[in-house]
């Protein structure tokens, strides 16, 4: 049994494809649960006077640290052996406190209005926005005055036909929105259960495997080295954006909200904070020299002049531009230089594939590490392995940069060259 401690519980992950849980060995009856997606929350289990088993939750870490779930444990339990029922208690407090059913959502437009208040604020940004225009632009048009108990699969179904006619892709996400919707009305009682629960995805999602050979890495270089004509409708800043992108194999959404405050100069190291990253962690990015020299030239100046963000909103100067504009950028670079349709996505999985070619011959683990990828192996392995591999990191960064130099800098041929096998990168 591990012992619990903060330092513990910070570095905890769930193990892939399943929760974990984790039993507390001060109070008896608390466990700390971790699921898949690395979600922390504590629980106390006990047993009724029924004989019954429950379990109370008692919040998330770090909301709840792990002295204020012992506390709260330990006021359960003395709850327990006076012969109360302390989950049965709070969702009776719960029903009471509810407001009369003609103010509940009775369409699913009014469940949105309840799923956006509520709910909505716990996601990124990044999701919320996305979400928001799924359901706007897609889903409300469709069934959006419908009354949730109009609502079934047929309904459902015939909406994402609808939806994926054009984007597929998209259809999966609608999906998946409106299942979590139907989800909220059924724990707060609105739905005695969701017509579509155990509904699957309608179309089939293959990842990407799009890498960029030499000679479309020499050309999509050039395409942006010099300053963006009336042809090529990018700006600069867009265009160092791209470059930056395929240097470091960061995600488009992190490099775009680069900030002078996340850059140590003299240590050549770019810190993202865990707000801003996807596996909600801190992840350190070792700078190689050429991922100084486009800082230099994303900031307008020598390193002492660094402030704000590296790549502003034109409208907002205190805000990063939209993920978009760089991934519209993107499209009209590849289209202007004539390159088959590429992601910025597919520029750090470029970068990871180069490194695992005979070329770097850099081991799996290290580029996991570069990348930002959780750590394999089980849950208590990952919070002992505390190893950042920033040595190792670095040499990657700088070979792969030495080598992105050596194919930019060579003449495009006739006959190109084939790119490494691709790796699964996300």
Known sequence: ??????????????????????????????YLRVSAAGVKSWFFRYTRP?????????????SVGLADARERAAKAAVGVVEGRDPARERQIARRTARKPRAEKPQTLVDLWN????????????????????VWRRLVEPRIGFLRLGEIDRGTVRAALREIGATGPTTANRALGLIRHMLNVAVDDELMLASPIARMGNLYKEGSRDRILNDDELRILWRAVDDEPGSDLQVSARLCVAIRLALVTGVRGIEIIGLHADEIDVP???WTIPASRFKGKRVHTVPLSPTALWLLGMAFGGPPETWEGHAFP??????????????TRAMQEIVRAAGIRRATPHDLRRTMATYMASERIAMPP??????????????????????????????????????????????????????????????
């Open 1 to 30: 049994m591990a012992k619990l401690t903060t330092r513990f519980i910070e570095g905890v992950a769930g193990e892939d494809g399943r929760p974990t849980q984790i039993s507390d060995d001060y109070t008896r009856g608390l």
């Open 267 to 269: 240590g050549r190291v």
């Open 114 to 133: 309840v799923y956006d208040r509520d709910v909505m604020p716990a996601k990124r940004s990044s999701t919320q926005k996305y979400q928001r225009w």
């Open 50 to 62: 029924d004989g019954s088993r429950a379990k109370l939750g008692l919040g998330r870490f770090p």
């Open 313 to 326: 909103n034109s409208r907002h100067e205190c805000r990063h531009m939209e993920r978009m504009s760089l």
């Open 365 to 426: 683990h290290i580029i996991s590490a570069v990348l930002g990828h959780a750590s394999e192996g089980s849950a208590v392995t990952r919070v002992y392995n505390r190893h950042a591999y920033d040595k190792e990191k670095r040499a990657a960064l700088e070979a792969w940069a030495t080598l992105l130099i050596e194919v930019i800098t060579a003449p495009i041929s006739n006959h190109r060259r084939k790119s490494p096998t691709a790796l699964n990168v996300s």
